[in-house]
């Protein structure tokens, strides 16, 4: 008996569109760290479905991207029966959810189920938040204050059998380190793990050849933490306010310059807007996009807690670890001693009088970098490709079936 196979009934099960859903202002730097380009080089059909109005209205025309992008297969949703028309029109596609699991955002999770969509979630950009946080009673009696019943369902909610929700689990995770696996979302065991790695890591695959380090400059990866815009995502008060936060970076930097005899770069987070605000780090550089460079030609990067922290480990690059006392009993404060602790650094806490041994913050511990690498940017044995090469290969072979 001779076997016919129905060419238009396998192409019926494949995969050719990929959407990607965000609940943040789409931009350039989006654009690029999604792969878009490199997704239709393999012959995917490509859209971003953005849910900012819906799942964030507080920050809707409030958060403003400092690098807007011009993609016309961009869409924007304002109400969720926009949405629902829309994506009960979607054939033969895959979502790749940025979206959290989230109440405000459980529309998109029982959408995806009802129409029987496939759909991953990210957990490649771990890090060392949350991980095991001190006790500390302070801490605990000004969350106990600030208590509502919307934010006890927030936390309650990911403890929900998602079945009961309607929300079915997805068929991937897209995973970095050994210790990305932290975030609560309504996976099963039939979900599949990919192994791949930071979207850092991309970057660091492209310049990993080109190693230049100068004695000259050092790097402060600055998390715009008076004015990041999470503060508007989570409607929160900053941990840390302007007028004391950069006057006393400025005196830890003009102390470290003298001391190490370098000058001190600002590698200003992708999302900051320092042109706007005035001269808050008194006339020295600040660079925008460009922090892996800075880093690579850097004798020692400074830094609080910030995902960038992945290319001084990567380049094996000294990291000298600070906190302020504002920083100290908040959550940043925390993040930040675990990320020290990792590294086998200490923290400096630039608001009180410091006596800095450099030889010893100066030096790098091999052991404890190649342990952050594996648990936090890149499994040993996952493969050496761009993260989304990898994507869209697997991709390619999924059968929706």
């Known amino acids: 008996m001779e076997f016919v196979v129905n060419d238009k009934n396998c192409r019926m099960n494949k995969i050719d569109k990929i959407v990607f859903f965000i609940s943040s202002p789409f931009n350039q730097r989006d654009y690029s760290r999604f792969g878009i380009e490199t997704l239709e080089k393999n012959g995917f059909d490509v859209e971003v479905w953005d849910f900012t109005p819906i799942v964030y209205p507080q920050v809707e025309g409030v958060v403003i991207p400092n690098d807007p992008v011009n993609y016309d297969k961009h869409h924007k949703f304002e109400y969720k029966k926009d949405f629902i028309l829309a994506i009960g029109k979607l054939k033969n596609v895959f979502v790749i959810n ?25 957990m490649a950009n771990a890090i060392p938040f949350g991980q095991k946080r001190e006790l500390n009673i302070a801490w605990f009696y000004s969350k106990i204050k600030r208590i509502t019943l919307n934010k006890l369902f927030n936390f309650i909610f990911p403890l929900i059998p998602s079945s009961y929700l309607g929300v079915h689990p997805p068929a991937f995770i897209l995973a970095g380190g050994e210790k990305s696996l932290i975030y609560k979302y309504p996976v099963s065991e039939e979900t599949e793990i990919i192994w791949l790695h930071t979207l850092d890591y991309d970057i660091y695959l492209e310049e990993k050849e080109c190693f230049e380090t100068s004695n000259n400059t050092a790097v402060f990866l600055d998390e715009y933490l008076p004015f990041h815009e999470d503060y508007f995502f989570l409607s929160m008060t900053p941990y840390s306010t302007a007028d004391k936060y950069y006057p006393a970076l400025c005196n830890f930097f003009d102390y470290v310059e003298d001391k190490c005899d370098v000058e001190l770069i600002i590698a200003a987070h992708p999302r900051s807007h320092y042109e706007q605000l005035p001269d808050y780090f ?56 675990s990320f020290a602790g990792l590294l086998n650094k200490e923290t400096i806490n630039i608001d009180e009088e410091y006596s800095i041994d450099w030889e010893k913050e100066l030096c790098v511990d091999e052991q404890a970098y190649n342990n952050y690498i594996n648990s936090y940017i890149k499994i040993k044995g996952s493969k050496e490709k761009p993260f989304w090469e990898i994507v869209a290969e697997r991709l390619r072979n999924y059968d929706r079936t």
């Open 98 to 122: 940025f979206c959290p699991y989230t109440p405000a955002a459980l529309f998109i999770y029982r959408a995806l189920s009802r129409f029987k969509i496939p759909y991953s979630v990210f």
């Open 282 to 337: 008194n006339s020295r550089s600040v660079i925008r996009g460009d922090t892996i460079n800075l880093v690579k030609k850097s004798r020692f990067v400074i830094a609080h807690a910030s995902t960038s922290i992945n290319f001084p480990v990567l380049l094996r690059k000294p990291i000298v670890f600070i906190t302020t006392n504002e920083l100290n009993n908040s959550p940043e404060g925390y993040a930040i001693r």
